[in-house]
């Protein structure tokens, strides 16, 4: 029988890729290169849309989740950190959602079936499976607050249409063949909730057998709160509900600035817990200098502290830094899950 992605996160540290939109952007890509012949009079410019190139440029694509696969990653993300309809409305490309995200899962599908083909591939133990996680971001607008500070109470989407949004994502992400759906990123925790809804309405309309959810937040400052104010425990709370294969950290903060919420996270979670941390914080020029073994040996004290059993990479991390953390963490037990006892209510 085939293992199961919790097979294999009982035994183990298990390894996610790291940033995508870094390793597009070493491509140098111009407005020519993302339209592709396909969208090559698009009435908007699209450079940026880095989830488009799933569809105009397969083959740059690939050959990045073929780099993280080759560097150690057991799971990879889809390119499909913007692929709903609210977001993908800045390029006029709504129609395209479905499309985009059952390209990027084919992406990512074609990339491991070429890596377990090749003979960099040894069938040891975790090498012979690889997991492909459907990206699922927190959007460009926000239902927790308001874009206008002279009116508090105004809401630029409503929930019912975050929701509709992310359950197009959810179809074309489950019809792509994800093995995983990760809610990541996430800044405002209503945006999670309705995407989380979405999920769940997904698999009881198609009577489809659930897929695990991973779920990511972002804390965006040091006082420990998500933007839209949250606790580290509020959030964990507010989504537990889901049931989540994993609940985690990844971006805003590098490796070392986030080491004191990882540790309070593992003491909270249920469930497996997640950390995929920038490369450091980044430079007066937006750009990222933490070099690899040394994002890597942060991670590894977090490993050996027994506070993680997903570790990879955000911003600024590339193939490179996955390879030093999947080397680095390898002989480290992974973080045991907590003896929950369930309420009996007379």
Known sequence: MKKTIQDYLKGRILIIDGAMGTMIQSHKLEEKDYRGERFKDWHKDVKGNN????????????????????AGADIIETNTFSSTSIAQADYDMQSLVYELNVAAAKCARNAVNKFLSSPLSTCGEGQGVKFIAGAIGPLNKTLSLSPDVNNPGYRAVTFDEVANAYYEQVKGLVDGGVDILLIE?????????????????????????ELPIMISGTITDASGR??????????????????????????????????PHIEELSQLASCYTSAYPNAGLPNAFGEYDEQPHETAHI?????????????????????DHIKHIAEQVKNYKARELPVVEEEIFA
Not at 187 to 209: P, S
Not at 241 to 252: D, M
Not at 301 to 317: L, M, Q, R, S
Request: aromatic share 8%; charged share 20%.
């Open 299 to 319: 991670i590894e004290e977090w490993a050996a502290e027994g506070f993680v059993n997903i570790v990879g990479g955000c911003c600024g991390t590339t193939p």
């Open 226 to 259: 998500t933007l839209s104010g949250q606790t580290l425990e509020a959030f964990y709370i507010s989504v537990s509900h889901a049931k989540p294969l994993s609940i985690g950290l990844n971006c805003a903060l590098g490796a070392k600035e986030m080491r």
């Open 185 to 209: 990123t996430i800044f405002d925790t209503l945006n999670a909730k309705a995407a989380i809804y979405a999920i769940k309405k997904y698999f009881r309309d198609t009577k489809q057998h």
């Open 51 to 70: 989830d488009l190139l799933s569809i105009t440029q397969p083959q740059i694509i690939e050959e990045i989740h073929k780099q993280y696969l080759e």
